[in-house]
């Protein structure tokens, strides 16, 4: 069986924690003070993609209502407060 993009939420809503650091430097304009060890913790996932569709078999009108960006600049808005 395979996984059709609009199945899995982590196509379009997935990104590593390079990429959000990135994406949050852009929107705030300020560095962030972080540290990056090239060690992987015992347990971490590489990758994981969220499978939906059990939850949509279950909820058929249930969607996405969020992009990462708008997560994102929401977590950013929060953190000024």
């Given at each position: 069986m395979s996984?059709?993009?609009h199945d899995?939420?982590?196509?379009?809503?997935s990104v590593s924690i390079l990429e959000?650091?990135?994406?949050i430097e852009q929107m705030t304009g300020r560095k962030l003070n972080w540290v990056?060890?090239?060690?992987?913790r015992k347990g971490d996932h590489i990758c994981y993609?969220?499978?939906l569709?059990?939850?949509r078999a279950h909820y058929p009108k249930w969607?996405?209502?969020r992009s990462l960006d708008s997560t994102l600049?929401?977590?950013?808005e929060a953190q000024r407060h």
């Open positions: 996984v059709h993009e899995v939420v982590g196509r379009a809503n959000a650091i990135d994406r990056y060890h090239d060690q992987n993609i969220t499978d569709r059990k939850l969607t996405v209502t600049e929401e977590i950013v």
